[in-house]
């Protein structure tokens, strides 16, 4: 594999490239804290706010809320907090709570309640029973990137340091009551599809459209033209989706998160057009590596993307920190990043606050008022 530098310069000095967020919330009863089927109405309503920045989710008992392009830390912050606001008044207005947890909590036995868009139809009749408990809700990162060639060359770079977001942004560890032992349950249920987790490396787009047509072929993908990996060139915005995080409970996490990846795509972005061509891990490695960080999130050891060893996940931070620093300094975002890991090293990781939320209470239906009271707040009731 090539190594990568200690410190690239960024390939964008003078304006920072823009950044966009995508998050999937739960709807959640307030009396049985279980999550409820109100996705269309309680989206329609948010709408009537801040129009198709909402929208229905593939299980009605989610919605999402997305961000315009944003410049800054801040403008991004200020975007989710308005976006989750008209989400979380349209749920109160229909007796309902928003969650911003990876997986439900609490959930009523039986399959998916399955939204009546084409996308998601077709999805249940190829995978079957795979859809049953496929309520799971992310965050989505996109960093504006319009050229699908250097797109594919960076992530390359960017594809080993995806085991640490998994890591970094666990929130998942309940699932239908229970402690499932991972701090990222959503992460082992996508893991189970043969589309989704790490993309395969790819030395040009070219490669990259013929491998997403080969699977599709196989039926693993239901259209070539939008695989569901968790780095892409998006299918219809000119951006880098990063797409392995479980959503978050705080804002100013989630924004931290958002300029960070901005940092590590332009420094990439910096590394493909210079020729190198990126660490070649293979596909295997890096599931299993995702595997890991799953089930340990933030405390435990990591996917060292440069020598392949574990390492704990706060050291793999420093280091990401120092491989991206010129380009977090260049945009003025490394106080952003510097808090938000400050943070996890005072308050753990999100599964870690939900553990805490279910011990204190004496079980799950903590966690899901914890949860309630983060996702009002942006930050927790101890935060």
């Known amino acids: 594999m090539s190594a990568l530098p200690s410190a690239p310069r960024p390939v964008s000095a003078d304006r920072a490239p823009t950044i966009g967020v995508e998050e999937e919330y739960f709807l959640v009863d307030a009396q049985t804290r ?30 999402e809320g997305r961000t315009p392009p944003c410049r800054s830390a801040g403008e991004l912050r200020g ?5 989750r606001g008209a989400l979380a008044a349209a749920a109160r207005a229909e007796g309902l709570r928003l969650c911003a947890s990876g997986t439900p909590v609490l959930q009523d036995p039986g399959p998916a309640h399955v939204g009546d868009h084409p996308r998601y139809l077709a999805g249940r009749r190829q995978y ?13 990162v996109h960093v504006h990137l319009p050229d699908r060639e250097l797109a594919v060359l960076t992530g390359n770079h960017v594809r080993p340091w995806l085991p640490f977001l998994v890591a970094l942004s666990a929130n998942s560890p309940f699932h239908r009551g229970r402690d499932t032992g991972y701090a990222s349950w959503r992460s082992v249920i996508r893991s ?3 589309c989704l987790g790490p993309p395969p ?3 040009s787009w070219e490669e990259h459209e013929r491998l997403a047509a080969v699977i599709a072929d196989t039926e693993a993908i239901l259209d070539p033209g939008m695989p569901f990996w968790d780095l892409r060139p998006n299918p219809r915005l000119p951006t880098l989706e990063i797409r392995a995080m479980d959503v978050l409970q705080d804002l100013d996490d989630t924004a931290a998160v958002a300029v960070l990846l901005r940092a590590l795509v332009v420094t990439c972005a910096g590394e493909a057009q210079r020729g190198d061509p990126g660490p070649r891990w293979e596909g295997e490695v890096l599931r299993a ?18 020598t392949g060893r574990a390492k704990p996940v706060a ?36 599964a870690a606050r939900q553990r805490a939320w279910a011990e204190d209470a004496g079980g799950p239906v903590g966690a899901v008022d914890g949860l309630l ?6 930050s927790g009731p101890d935060g």
């Open 289 to 306: 590596a995702c595997w890991r960080a799953a089930r340990d999130g933030w405390s435990g050891s990591g996917f060292d993307a440069l």
């Open 315 to 350: 050291d793999l931070a420093d280091d990401l920190v120092g491989f991206v620093r010129p380009a977090l300094e260049e945009f003025g975002d490394l106080g952003e990043v510097t808090a938000l890991f400050q943070r996890l090293a005072t308050r753990g990781d999100g």
């Open 128 to 140: 079957r029973s795979m859809m049953d408990d496929f309520a799971i809700s992310a965050l989505h």
């Open 201 to 203: 490396y790819a030395a």
């Open 34 to 63: 279980s999550i409820v089927p109100a996705g269309p109405a309680v989206a329609a309503r948010a709408a009537r706010e801040v129009g198709d920045l909402v929208t229905e989710e593939f299980d009605q008992c989610q919605v």
């Open 79 to 83: 975007e989710l907090e308005r976006v």
């Open 373 to 378: 009271l983060a996702t009002a707040r942006g």
């Open 192 to 194: 189970r599809f043969p």
